[in-house]
């Protein structure tokens, strides 16, 4: 069966710092993978999504960016986090043979202080 | 473009009530809908979908929702709330051949009163 896994759960970063949040799926090849964040009391903002290696497309300019290194691998980083990047950032993969729907990932709460 | 919006950020109910969410889309191909649950500090978990089979569609915990065409809704129901459904609910449209095809709504937050 198919599993997505994204870690960490939580992160408390100063400003400036870096970050680098991973997540993974397995069981399936070729997934769309997807990186969404939800600010407190917001509802879900889409920041990039993938449809195979290499391949990011960006939906919101900001100073994140992501990388594809492998099949299964999201990866969302940041050279220098700002207070306004807080908030709680899900990974999500689409299996095209699936009607469609999304799985989510538990999610990282990331707190920039 | 499709786009979704629901109805109430808020909703309130008494524990055994009737649970109504609202949702009304938008597109331009026939649809697939979707209703996604949220609980604190956790991911999103399907609840229920439409790929244009039945248009009346059971869910996990006791949930169903009715796609109606005409009015363009696909509201989420229960016959009778459960503490545990207090959480945050998503309505979500998806189209056909779009690999950035699905849109979420704004989310409505579902409180249960003891």
């Known amino acids: 069966s198919q599993t997505i896994h994204q870690w960490p759960a939580t992160l408390v970063q100063p400003v400036g710092s870096p970050l680098s949040l991973e997540c993974t799926v397995e069981g399936t090849s070729n997934p769309n993978l997807y990186w969404y964040r939800q600010a407190a009391g917001r509802g879900l903002q889409l920041l990039f999504y993938s449809v195979g290696i290499g391949q990011i497309s960006s939906e919101v300019p900001q100073n994140l960016s992501a990388s594809r290194p492998q099949d299964r691998q999201f990866i969302l980083s940041s050279k220098k986090l700002l207070l306004s990047d807080s908030g709680f950032y899900l990974c999500?993969?689409?299996?095209?043979?699936?009607?469609?729907?999304?799985?989510f990932g538990s999610g990282t709460r990331l707190t920039v202080v | 473009a499709q786009s979704v919006t629901q109805l109430g950020s808020h909703v309130s109910v008494s524990e055994g009530a009737l649970v109504l969410l609202r949702c009304n889309y938008s597109s331009s191909v026939p649809p697939y809908l979707f209703w996604y649950v949220q609980y604190p500090n956790q991911g999103l978990q399907l609840l229920l979908k439409y790929t244009s089979a039945a248009t009346l569609v059971k869910g996990i915990n006791g949930f169903e929702a009715e796609f109606k065409k005409s009015e363009t809704s696909f509201h989420l129901t229960k016959p009778s709330a459960h503490m545990s459904d207090a959480a945050e609910y998503f309505c979500a449209v998806s189209e056909v051949g779009n690999n950035n095809d699905m849109r979420f709504g704004a989310g409505t937050r579902l409180t249960v009163k003891p």
């Open positions: 999500a993969w689409r299996d095209t043979g699936q009607d469609y729907g999304y799985t």
